[in-house]
Structures are given as structure tokens and as C-alpha cells.
């Protein structure tokens, strides 16, 4: 703890986080079992791959060989012959067979690069298909504790990661390590001496590399990590530019925004100074070999152990030898990330959803077309444990009926929408649908009964006709053309560029507050629902959309089950039961004339505020 | 590629470090193919092997080229990459200075991802082709000619045939580029589809689920990623092309000295040394020349990106400091409107038009109208976050065109709409609306007076918690009250509220306004509200109409008494939020 301060101190909000920058494990076995869950579908596409990967392996291996044959046998055999002619003639031969290799190879590297990719994409595909298909199970709950963007990365970011994992990652290591041995054993069939020579000096190579993947990782994650606030900072004062100018600040940001750079220049500073040495250093130890093998090669050509074909092999084979062991560090990398990835992503598939459907879902009873019957019965509810949001509600909503909740923020009326549309469970007591359990319905089918207004409804990219329809298929064109009429949206409908056809703009940021409840309405009424949930925007809006929303929202509560979170004095009037919450508990219920009988909570409110509105 | 050469001038702020780092390339490359002839020769007079001298003299002399290489390597990168990023630095210091100076307008009508992407993505472009890529493109065209050079003087067919397959080469990247270029273009279209659609979706679970819409969102997730999936499919395919092209012209290069040095070879015109350093040096060759092509590549995108930001750099300021000064002391804080209009550059009806409205020393004025009527617009003004189009505003009787920003924006303390916050710490976000150091005392004092005292203390780290993602977040009435304290920060003359409070709820409300009028006291305030209440109390309040004219100025009570927006929007307010304000209060009374 102290330590986090400590690290907060000078401009802390330039600081990174350091937990960003602690790495987890290369290899984990049993997330890797996990994966290849996945990759099984696609085996056909991994069987290709191998076999692209072997045929190219093999042909490189044998392009060294030509090498060979075509010094050993043309080239030397014709040192001292006087008629050249058939060893020309076996040169060609050499020489068609190299073009026929290099042909078959240029079609086998198309597809090394694209059948890998192709099985990568195809697997991680199917797994942010699954992640989505999952997170759409999962409880409100779930997605209430966490922001947006950390949701969104798992079907980006994450999975992205992964897919490298399988193109660049697991496959060409596996491959790479093959590489390293058979050509190590191809060393030793040419001359032991060069290839013990050779081999004793690899571990070093992999100790390079290896030794600078961790360095190289740390500075890359560093800049990353520094580049991302010296952005962050940058965006932000561009969106506070106003409060910069008129405050003249300018000098104070820009000091802040150097500190900032010149944190991410010395990141970069020490990612550029690793790579600065790495290559010379490998290259420094490749050139140790050569020179090994040189005086060993030298040694043997004159001993006649070693013919110049071989030489020239082996030096071709070194250069084979040498590049898995460069990339070795970037395959390490790309795996350890591609896990941690992994790891997250399978933490969400393994996220069970807290409201569970029933083992044998009931139907509703009452048929569709038919307004159910809906009780609370004694519920308590809360979303931190401790800290009750409801206790003891109990009301009914008898078919066709409107209920009104009026209250202040926080007295747990939009707890009371999401109970009944089992965004969450009670705590104890239960939510009944024609004295079945909500818990025990399909909760699909029952939710689908529902018409919903939300205080800010949501609107999704698309067309207008998109977000009423919203892929329903019991909503015909002659249903929603009805709809926008009783919803009072027609002429805003009619207004648009295009009509239903117009585009919505990002969560129809285009449309005022008022004109997106009309459409609200509209999207609920276009399914022709039987239970009707209206959670009234308080923004104010202009008269003549205020009228047009009273009148759309009769309409909408007209006889359907409702609960009704108002704030409208018209819907309230209309009630046909008006509860009156304060700390999750019902003060008050009765209709609007029996409540003002009773002279009680009810009645002086709505004193106060007949005559606020007449002041 | 004049542009890039003027953005190739600041690289020689550090002219020192860059010759000298590339003056490492050409020595550097020197040894790389010097190793390559010792190799070759060796081969050729391997009898002299047992000659152990002669041996370990060229093993001598190939370690040390070996050193050599490594260590001019080294420098090369490091002095010449470091200074590429120097650069970066300079140029971002000075973009970000430019943008911090620009008038509001400016930022106005710019996209700030298109800002950023300048400031990030352009500039990184920039100098990944004048750093990197000069570095590599300076190595290609110091080995290439030097290697062809002297193998031209061993056999000048062979060398001549042999640079063919790497002409090819060059011509086919050049090519595929094209493709290339416009597959990774709709990679990454898809894949901010695919975030954009997972996005909305998390962002309007409840619609989904209310609606039982999971099933068809998963499919039409699904289609996007199927895209996605699709796009990536046709890259990996450009890709493999490319990579085909490029691996088969270095095996034909192959090919070549195989056939012709071979046949040499058999004709004994070309010794077996000589084979060797066609073959090794077209291995060294070969991916300074694949860098070249990948530059070439880039070259489009690098000169693009050196106009926009070019364009930032040259972007003109057309809001001017006055001259003339005024000692803060001095301001009193009257303001006067006098027939000012104003029209948004991407807008085509007036924001204003014709507004004309003084404002005493000391005086609250409220700000009212539809959506769109110009209410913030007017406030702007105040500070020239933008200049009116015509029409003069005048402080204390000068016009404010005239006045210094130290007068004018000085004595002017202003809560942001959005009630904008720095991801700094919460004390900090208070000190920075003073103009001098403040002292403890008085951040707490500020702290105290917009009611925040034990909310802050309940934070963490109380006062030093930062504000933001990283710390506490501050409910819409808190950031409020803390914007407000940060404009008390500097103890204005002017105070100017851009409809800072619809966006919290009423009981919110009802706090902030008074925390409000007891910092409005003795100031000047201008505030613009949405919702009436929040203005009912102001000296007087101006009613502008949607189209940003002057419908009507006075006090509260006289505007209810004439027909009109006002009367009408009072009444129709009272009626939708009294209730749940008269819950809470009954509540609030009754804990």
C-alpha cells in the first residue's frame, strides 16, 4: 500500500499501472488442452497446415542437398576432364531439378502463410463467436460490475492475440524446434567435428534470444503502457480544451503532457538500446560459428574429410539453423501473451450466470394475446450484500392493470423493473406470473410478452426500422405501421430523410430525449405486448411532445399488465393503483382520489405540487 | 518528398549523433561483406591450411571484422533510431502546443480522433521512414552496389543475371502493395465492426434483454465476425503472394548462380571461393532489399501523414491576444452585448442573431430557450472560445477583442457543461483554476464551501485520490460541485455556468443551486440552465428563442406573467418533476 503511494507521488496520474507490466506463464497445459477443443472442428485445416509445413521443411533441405550434388559431382568431376560436355549435361540436370524445387516451394509458401491463417481465423472465429453467444446468457448483474470497454476487449483484443498464437505462435514453434533438430542431425551426417562445433555453441544462441525476449518484452510493455497515457493525457485535454483556455492553462498542460513525453521517450530509449544489441550480439555469435567452422572446414577439405559440396551445405544449413533461434524470443512472447488472453477469455465462458433458467421451464399461462395476472410477493432484494433495496414489497398488477411507483431516486423503484423482467433474482419472496414462479419460466417467451420503455431507451446503430422491429418476427410491417401511428411518431418518422430507412446515429445521438421516447413507445408497441414495463424519462421536452407522449402512453398502457415508474401527473391519474415508495418500502397505495382522501404522504405532495405548477 | 525532406531538417537538430550513426551503416556493411570474401578466399587456398600463420590470421582478421560488424551495428541503430525518436518528441511538443493554443472553433469542427490520429499515428509514420527506413534504406543501397560491384568483377554475367529475380522481385512488391494495402484497410474495418457491435450490445444489455433479443444478437455477432473472419482470410491470402514472390525470386537468384556460376565452375573459370561469395553475399543482399521494398511501401502513407501534420503545424490562430491591460484588480466584471450574432461554421442557421443584453457588476443573469437556442454559444463568447460574427461584447466598457487574455479570461472562472475533470488527483483538479500557489487551507476551505467535505474525506486517499478510471468515480452532482470550486479557485470577477446542472437530477439540483448562489455573491454569473428552477433566482433571466434571438429578459416573477416559452416551459417542468422532488424532500425531512 505504501508502496502504490509512494509510486503515486510526483504527478501520479501520469504513473503507470505496474500490474500491467507483470507477465504470466508461457505454458499452460491445461488452457492449451482447453484450446484445442476448439482447434479439433478444424483439424482438416491443421493437417494441411503440417503437411505445407513438412513439404516446405523437406524442400529447403533438399535444395542444400542440390547444392551438394552439383559441387561434388559436375564441378569437381570436371577439375581435371579434358571433355567437359557430360559434366555440363549433369550440371543441367542439377540445375532443372533446383527450378522444379523452387516451382513446387513458391506454391508451398502461398500456402504456408495462407492456410495457417486461415486455420487460426477459423478457430478464433468460433471462439468469439462462443464468448459473445455466452456473455448474451449472462445475468444484468455481470454486466453492471463492469465497464463497457473491459467486456469489449475480450471479443477484440483477446482474441486477436490468440489468433496470432495460432498462426505465428504454437504451430511454427513446434515446427521451428523440429527445424533446429533434424538439421542439427543433418550437420552431423555431413562431419561430426562441425557439427559438435555447431551444436555446443546453439544453447548459447537460445540463451541470447531467450535472455532478451524477457528484457525486450518488460521495455516493449513499458512503452505501450507509456504511450497509451502520453495519448490518454493528450485526448483528454482536448476534451477539456475549453476549461484549458478559459482557465489559461496552456502552459501547465503542455509541462504535463512533456513530462509525460519524455517518460515515453525513455521507454523507448531502452527498447531501442535491447534491439540495438540484440542483433549485433546474435550476429556476433553467428560469426563465432562460421569461424569455427571454418577452421575446422578448412581443416577437413584438406584432410579430404570434407568435400566443398558439404561445406557449402553446411553453410547453407547454419543459415537455416540460425533464423528459428532469432524468432524463438518472438514466438515465446507471442504464446505468453496469447495465454494470458486465453486465460481471460475462459474466465468469462466459465462465468456461470447467476440467474438460471429452470430445468423444465413452465409457460405462461394466461395465452398470448392476453394480459397476465403479476404479483410481488414479500420481496427483498439487494445488490450488495447488506444493504437492502427492496424489503417486503408485495403488490399485484391484475390483468390489464396499470400500477404507478412514484417515489424519490434511490427508493427502489427501477429495482422493481428489474426484478419482474428477472434481470436479477429476489433475494427472498418471489415475482409470480399467474401464481407461477418467474423462476420457473422460460424466461425468453415470458420476456417476450413484454413491451419496454426505458428512461433512456437505447437505440442501436441501424436503421429506424431496424429499432423498432428489433428482429422480432411476430412484428409485420402492418403491426409496426399501427404502432408508430399509436405511439404519435409518425410524423417524426415521416420527417426523416429516408423515413424508416433513415439511419440511426450513434445511440441516436440525433434524436431529442422526447423524440426517442416516442420511439420507444413505438418499439414496444409494435410486438403488441401483453405486459407493459414504463420507466418515464424526467428530462423536460417542449409542450407539444409532452402531449404527444401522454397520448402515445395511454395508448401503450391501455389494457396490458403494467408497471409504471411515473413521473407524468396524467399517467399517474390514469392508475389504477399508485404506490408511493421511500427506502424500498411501499409508504402509501390506493388510487389517485382514495390516496388524496387519505390525506396522507400522497395528498400533500400532490398539494405542493398543484400548486407549484399554478405559482 | 519535399515534405518529407522539411521534416527531415529537424532530424539535423541532432546532427552529430546522426552522421555519425550513419556513418556506422557503410562501415558496418563493409565488414558484413568482408567476412564474406575472407570465407571465400580461405576456400580457394585451403592448402595453405597448414600453414597455421596464414590461418590464424585470417581467423584474426575475420573476428575482427565480426567486431567490427557488430559494433558499428550497434551504434547505427541505437544513435540513429534514438534521434528519430527525439524528433518524435519535438514534434509532439510542438503539435500539442499548437493544438492547446488553437481557438475552440478549431476543435470544433475537428474530430478529436482525427487530432489524435495526427498527433499519433501520423507522426509515428513520419518517422518510422525518415528513422528506420532511412536507416535500412541507406544499408540496401550501400551493401547492394558494393556486393554487385565486386561480384561483377569476378564474373560480370553472373552478377548481371543475378540481379534480374530481384528486379522481379521489387516489381511484384510494388505490385501487391496495392492489394495489400486495401485487404488490411478492410481488416481493420471489420474489426471495429466487431467491437462497435459488442460495444452496443454491452451498452444496451437491458433493451436485449428485455426484448429476449440474445439469440439474434449472438447471430448477427456472429455475421460480423464471420466478416471479420472472412477479411482476415483474403490478407493472410495477399500476404501469402507476397511472401511467395518474395521467397521465389531469392531461390531463382539461386537458381541463376547455380546455373551460370556452375557451368563456369565446370568450365574451372570460376573457382569454388569465388561460388561461395555469390552465394553468401546474395544471402546478405537479399533482406536489405526486402526493407527497401517495405519502405517504398510505406513512402505513400509517410508523405500523407507529413501533410496532415503539416497542416496542423501551419493551421492559423484567428483569435488574437488584445493589447490592451487591465489590472485584475481593476475589473469590475460589467458585461454589455451589443447586437451580437454568430453562426457555427458547420452549422447554417445563426446561433445567435442579434443579441443585445447588459449585465451589471455583481448582477446574475439566467440563460434560457429550446435546444439550440444559443445559450452556451453566448457564454463562449464571453471568453472568445469564439468571436462573434458581428456585434460588439464589451467588459468594463472595453470591447474584449481589445483586451488582454490575462484581463479578460483572468477574472473569468467557468463550469463546463459536461463538467469536465482532469484524471488528476482531486486536489489538483481544484488548484488548477488558481492562478497562484494555494495553500491547504485554502483548497479545503474551496472543498468546504461546495459542500464536498465528507464526501472527500470518504475517498481513499481523501483530497490526493485521483480522479478518473484509475480512482474514485464522481457521481454528475459531485464533478458539479467540484467544477464549481475549481472556477471559485481564482476568485473570478465573472462566473460563467454552462448549463451545468440538467445533467443531474432534481435533489441534485436543489444542493448545487444553493452552493451556487453563495458563490455567485458579489460576482458577476451568467448562467445558462435547461431547467428553470435552476435560473429562477437570478436578477434577471434572457429567454433567447430556437433561433437565438431575444425573446424576452426579466426576473422570474415577470416572465410568468406574460404568455410565452417561459410560462409555458415553467409550468410543463413543475408538473413532470415536482413529484419526485416532493418524495424526496417528505423523505429527507422525515429521516
Redesign the interface.
Known sequence: MSEA?SE?EPG??LEI?RSELVATKVWDTSLFKRLLTYARPHRRLFLKSFAVLSLLFIGELL?TR??KG??DG??AG??DAED?AP??QA??W??GA??AL?AA???L??????T???TG??V??DL??AV??H???LD?GF?DRR???A??TR??TDI?SL?EMF?SGIIALLFDSVKVLVVLGMLFAIDVDLALITMLTTPILIGISLAFRGGARRAHREVRAR?AR???Y?????????????????E???AR??EA??RY?EA??RT??L???F???M??AV??I??AA??AG??S??GKGLT?GE??QF??LL?MLVRPIRELGERYNVLQSAFASAERIFQVLDTAPTVVPPATPAAVRTAPGQAPHIAFEDVCFSYVADTPVLRGISFEIPPGKTVAV????G?GKSTLVNLL?R?YDASSGRVAVDDVDLRELE???F??R?G?V?QE??L??GSVEENLV???SEVSAASLAEAIDAAQARDLVNGLEGGLAAEVAE?GATF?TGERQLLAIARALAAEPDVV?LDEA?A????AT?HRIERATSRLLAGRSALVIA???ST?RGADEIL?M??GEIRERGTHDELLAAEG?YA???A??YA???? | MAILLRFFRRFLAYRTSLLLGLLCIPLAQLCDVGITLLVGDALDRAQDASDTEWMTRVLLLMGAYAVGHSVMRFYQRWLIVVVSRRVEVDLKTELFGKLVSLPFAYHDRSRSGDVVSRVTSDVEAVRMVLGPGLMYTLGALVILPISIGYLFTINATLALMMTLPMFTMGLTMKLLSGRLHRQSVAVQESISAISHRAQENFGGIRVVKGYAREDSQADQFEGTSAINRDNQVLLGNARGVTNAAIYGSFDLTFAVILLIGGLAAVDRTLPIGDLFKFIDLTIKVFWPLIAIGWILGMLPRAVASAERVEELLNEENPIAEGHEKIARADVRGALAFEDVSFTYERGTEPALSGVTVRVEAGETLGVVGPTGAGKSTLINLVGRLFEADSGRIHLDGHEVRELAFDALRGTVGYVPQDSFLFSETYEENIRFGADHEMTDAEVDALIERVAMKDEVACFPEGKKTLVGERGVTLSGGQRQRTCIARALARDPRILLLDDCLSAVDTETEKELVGSLRSAGEGRTVIVAAHRLSTVQAADRILVLTRSGEVEAIGSHDELLEREGWYRDTWEQQQRTESLSAAVNDEVGGAA
Not at chain 1, 509458401?109 to 495462407?114: L, S
Not at chain 1, 412514484?406 to 431516486?409: R, S
Not at chain 1, 423536460?540 to 409542450?543: H, K, L, N, Q, R
Open positions: 503511494k503515486k501520479g496520474a499501472d535444395g542440390i547444392w552439383a559441387i559436375p564441378v570436371a577439375a567437359k559434366f555440363v550440371l543441367l542439377w540445375v533446383y527450378v523452387i516451394m513458391t506454391v509458401r502461398y500456402f504456408q502463410t495462407a495457417l491463417n486461415k481465423q477459423a478464433v472465429h468469439r463467436a459473445f453467444r456473455l448474451q446468457s444484468l454486466f465497464p463497457t470497454g467486456l469489449v471479443v477484440t486477436e489468433s498462426t504511450l502520453l495519448n490518454g493528450l485526448q483528454e485535454v482536448l476534451g477539456g480544451i475549453r476549461v484549458v483556455q478559459v482557465f489559461r492553462r496552456e501547465r498542460v503542455a503532457f512533456n513525453l519524455a521517450f523507448n530509449r531501442i538500446f534491439f540495438a544489441l542483433y549485433p550480439v550476429s556476433l560469426y563465432l562460421q569461424g571454418l577452421w578448412i581443416g577439405i584438406v566443398y561445406f557449402v553453410w547453407l543459415n412514484v417515489g424519490a431516486t427508493a423482467l434481470y424466461t425468453s417467451a420476456r417476450a413484454f419496454l426505458l431507451d437505447f442501436f446503430a428489433m428482429d422480432r445511440r431529442s414495463v424526467t423536460a421536452v417542449d409542450s409532452e413521473h407524468r401527473l399517474i408511493v421511500a427506502r404522504l400533500k405532495l400532490h405542493l405540487q407549484a405548477a399554478s405559482a
